[in-house]
């Protein structure tokens, strides 16, 4: 795959996944800009990059998602592909007295500023007749634990969007679709709260749960992100794409 002068946007490109995409798009030829709220983590993301641009930002704020944009545009010229990566789940139960303190932030990060920066990139990307690439979670088809309801809607109502929008940028030329990661060995869990003794165990737990007995490496997906944004799948709009090592699939 060549993107040579493609212009692509990674959010959450501090870690796990978001980062070895915009690795793997810079290796490719592409200029990415990196986007991320811990600057220690990006700029060392960065060091692997070639010329990437690196924005500090929290998608979560409309200010910031309308600088990362606008920015993008300005430094580069234009806009091929977005990917809208960034994520982030807090547990509890759904009936605690903070329950909708923790939906409105999860839905702000996970779902909100998705649509957001795809409203606000979809003008240039249709005038480069590039793609969107959302990613979404195992979490969005079924319950995978208590305790993270707004984790759980979050990204199913992530999925129906890619879809939605899909249907509608398609005559203008542009692909959107979305990956659905099952377990991936990342900082996610760790950035969500858990201490290292939570996750061990986590790790444990949810590897048990896959049909193949493993989780993913980063790249794996970064692989499936780089193949959607891609010629090789111009036929390809409005799907999901699953890799959750079977999680889906597993009988008891």
Known sequence: MDFTDKVVIVTGASSGI?????????????????????????????????????????????DDVKRIVND????????????????????GSFL??????????V???NLRAAVYLTHLAAPHII??????????SICALIVLAKGIASYHTA?????????????????????VNVVNPGPVKSDF???CGLNEEQLVVAAENITKRTALGRRSEP????????????DKAKAITGSSFLADNGIFIKAD
Do not use: Q, W
């Open 18 to 62: 978001g980062a070895a995409t915009a690795i793997e798009f810079s290796a490719l030829g592409a200029k990415v800009a990196m986007v991320g709220r811990n600057e220690t983590k990006l700029t060392e993301v960065a060091k692997k990059c070639k010329n990437p641009l690196v924005i500090i930002a929290d998608v979560s704020k409309d």
């Open 72 to 91: 993008t545009v300005a430094h580069f010229g234009k806009l091929d592909i977005l990917v809208n990566n960034a994520g982030m789940a807090i547990g």
């Open 96 to 105: 605690s007295e903070n329950a909708m303190e923790v939906y409105d932030k």
């Open 107 to 109: 839905m702000a990060t």
């Open 127 to 136: 005038k480069t007749k590039g793609n969107i690439i959302n990613v979404s």
């Open 155 to 175: 990204k199913a109502g992530l999925d129906h969007f890619t879809r939605s929008v899909a249907a509608e940028l398609a005559p203008s030329g542009v692909r």
């Open 189 to 191: 869990s760790r950035n």
């Open 219 to 230: 790249i794996e997906m970064a692989d499936i992100i780089l193949f959607l944004a891609s």
